[in-house]
């Protein structure tokens, strides 16, 4: 069983719509949650950390954690097409406990904003 | 503030040749992890240091090896290089172990 599972996609979004991004993880000792966004050819680049179950808000985004279901989402909302990226989920790494937070990431989702 | 950096930034290399790829993690950070990136196998793990020591360590063979020095700067070394080590290596930094990571552009090595 993969530690981290995203949807590969591609997932095709209209401009103006909002896009979903979803990502399970199989650690139930999990504590932390990251959402990077990665152009083709570059870098990754943080978008959006999680620690507590809830959403967190920051501008289109939001990240949205489920602890008991073990899942991690991203909204984008008003979606542009500079958006079209491939994002990257990541959690901290099997039997995870201070000292020992190694992130593991999923392969990623491809999202394409259609014009 | 500055971002990760990391040198160089492109690389050709021989097959049995070895290679030392440079980072120099975001001032105040020190922690620094580094990633093997291929379309094949995505983004995978090599290894991380804090404070000089390894605290964790991926599933890649011995000619795979890294260093902290005291100011937090990091290099990783592969030795006996083959085609397959031809990718994107990333290099990431936090300011300690449980705080989120920030990459810098990336190293592409192609090994011929």
């Known amino acids: 069983q993969k530690e981290v599972e995203q949807n590969s996609g591609p997932l095709s979004v209209p401009e103006g719509a909002i896009a979903s991004l979803n990502c399970t993880y199989s650690?139930?000792?999990?504590?932390?949650f990251f959402w990077y966004r990665q152009y083709s050819g570059k870098s990754p680049e943080l978008i959006m950390f999680i620690y507590s179950n809830g959403d967190k808000e920051d501008g289109r985004f939001t990240a949205q954690l489920n602890k008991a279901s073990q899942y991690v989402s991203l909204l984008i909302r008003d979606s542009q097409p500079s958006d079209s990226a491939t994002y990257l989920c990541a959690v901290t790494g099997p039997g995870a406990n201070f000292g020992n937070e190694k992130l593991t990431f999923g392969t990623g989702t491809r999202l394409t904003i259609i014009p | 503030k500055a971002g990760v950096t990391q040198t160089p930034r492109y690389l050709i290399k021989t097959r049995g040749q070895q290679v030392t790829l440079s980072c120099s993690p975001i001032s105040g950070h020190r922690s620094v992890s580094w990633y093997q990136q291929t379309p094949g196998q995505g983004l995978q793990f090599l290894f991380e240091y804090f404070s000089e020591t390894q605290r964790n360590k991926g599933n890649f063979p011995g000619r795979f090896s890294g260093r902290q020095f005291s100011n937090s700067r990091s290099e990783m070394n592969v030795s006996t290089l083959e085609l397959g080590d031809s990718a994107l290596y990333l290099c990431?930094?936090?300011?300690?172990?449980?705080?989120?990571?920030?990459f810098g552009p990336g190293t592409r090595l192609t090994v011929t």
């Open positions: 650690d139930r000792g999990s504590q932390s």
């Open positions: 990431a930094s936090r300011r300690a172990i449980i705080y989120e990571q920030y």
